[in-house]
């Protein structure tokens, strides 16, 4: 069981924005203390965040720029959180990038290499430190929640690397949560379909093949998803309510397939 007396420590990473906001935010109205972490250049989104928080739930917060995908940015967050603010007992490894869409003939080792850069070895380094530190806390019931994705299950044509990287995760997870589940540790993930957020803004889905397949791929009574909804799932796996629920990885997808 999880310690009803003492209020409960969520680090977020790629927080600075979209779906890991909303999951920042939906933490902190749950009650927790809340860390947030996303790259130097996205300090002062991070700031004001913190301070929305703040001002919003009364939670104590704070923000930790850092790059994922660096070990020692990794072990020194995860280090600083606990110190900090008393423990981790919650880690959202949401931090991701989507990079270009192209067909495997036209992607380079470069792209390929930046995107599982930061979207498995950067889950992997979150899941490797918060698990020592929730191991050295010797209390049962932490929770490790890693970003998948809905081509985690299914590929999409021209997201090669993407793809890779998101199957990846699911892999990891089912991995970790063998391993961790002696310490009281659950370990799931999350796997978001066509979610309304500054990413999918950004790679201009809308105008691409696979923003078109993923339309067509939607019931006629859905829509896009919100940040909200991948938020309120998170909490739910974060939660006491959660601890028998281990390995998966889980579906956010308006319908676009069935698991």
Known sequence: MLSQRLTRVALVTGAAQGIGKAIALRLASDGLK?????????????????????KSFGSEVYAFP???SEERDVEYMVEAVSKGLGSLDV???NAGISGPLTPILAT?????DDILRVNSKGVFLCYKYAAKQMVAQGRSGGRII???SVTGKQGMAHTSAYTASKFAVRGLTQVAALEFGQYGITVNAYAPGAIESPMSQAANLSASPVGKAVSN????FSTLGKTGDV???VSYLASQESGYITGQTISINGGMYFD
């Open 66 to 68: 850092g790059d994922v």
């Open 91 to 93: 880690m959202v490894a």
């Open 231 to 233: 938020a309120g799932l």
């Open 146 to 148: 890693g970003a998948s």
């Open 217 to 220: 791929s939607l019931p006629s």
């Open 34 to 54: 809340i860390a947030l972490n996303d790259i130097q250049s996205k300090g002062d989104q991070l700031e004001s965040i913190a301070e929305e928080i703040k």
């Open 108 to 112: 380079t080792k470069e792209q390929w």
